[in-house]
């Protein structure tokens, strides 16, 4: 079974979960106020949210920015569904597509105001990950925001073992008792387990043609196991 597949088999339990994970909205929302903090054009942008899932980065964009015009773009037509049930303000839109193929889909171009992807990056084969983020950039205006957000535990090992903590005790359970499929969160937990440090993603952000690229962690039970990566688009600018 292919990544979007088995994401797709699991959207109708997904929010649910997020719900039973501490501080993950919350998290989206931090994540979102940088994004708004370095958009330069802040009447009705256009942000792009990639790996937009069943929404809740878009809703967690559109809570902070709520002029936004927002396009969720994501590979799992089964988590769009879920995404596109849901009310959104005008504007709002839902792009079944996978970050490989933004350049050559027609729908991708008119260059946003910034850019957003939480929990995409990791689901990235890795040899491909500086090449979408290259990709990502040659779409955006010059001096346009990107934020990534994501999990990375490989430099604490107590991050580690608190994630592992979690998903055992808290995650992999619940899930089981709602009746979703464990294999995904299996995976997310080896995932993120063997995730590539913050490091490495801000040296990919730097060879992909970024500027500024930089990282803070989250807060509560978070702290050193997510992070969130601000850069900027700065080819073109004078
Ligand atoms: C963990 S979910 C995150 C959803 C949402 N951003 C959130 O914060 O709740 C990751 C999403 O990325 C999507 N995804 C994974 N690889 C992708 C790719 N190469 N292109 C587009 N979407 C992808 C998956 O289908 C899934 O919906």
Same mark, same amino acid.
């Given at each position: 079974m292919s990544l979007s597949e088995a994401f797709s088999r699991s959207a109708r339990r997904y929010d649910l979960l997020t719900r039973l994970n501490p501080g993950y909205r919350r998290e989206l929302r931090r994540a979102a106020k940088a994004l708004a903090h370095g958009l330069t054009n802040k009447e009705s942008p256009v942000i792009w949210d990639l790996g937009c /899932?069943? /929404?809740?980065?878009t809703q967690a964009l559109l809570?902070?920015?709520?002029d936004a015009?927002?396009?969720g773009v994501d590979a799992s037509? /089964?988590?769009l569904n879920f995404a596109r049930e849901k009310s959104w303000p005008n504007g709002t839109e839902f792009i079944l597509e996978s970050v490989e193929n933004l350049a050559s889909n027609d729908a991708f171009d008119n260059a946003p105001d910034g850019v957003f992807a939480a929990y995409l990056l990791r689901n990235v084969p890795e040899a491909e990950r500086t090449a979408v983020l290259t990709s990502i950039r040659e779409l955006m205006k010059p001096g346009t925001p990107l934020v990534l957000h994501d999990y990375s535990v490989s430099e604490s090992r107590w991050a580690q073992a608190k994630w592992t903590i979690v998903c055992f005790a808290i995650i992999i359970p619940l899930a089981t008792l709602a009746g979703a499929k464990t294999?995904?969160?299996?995976?997310?937990?080896k995932s993120v387990l063997d995730n590539e440090a913050t490091a490495t993603v801000l040296q990919r952000l730097v060879q992909a043609g970024f500027h500024h690229a930089s990282v803070t962690t989250a807060k509560g039970w978070h702290r050193e196991v997510l992070h969130t990566y601000t850069a900027v688009n700065q080819e073109g600018l004078a």
């Open positions: /899932g069943t /929404g809740l980065s809570d902070t920015v709520p015009h927002v396009i037509d /089964g988590m294999s995904l969160f299996t995976y997310l937990w």
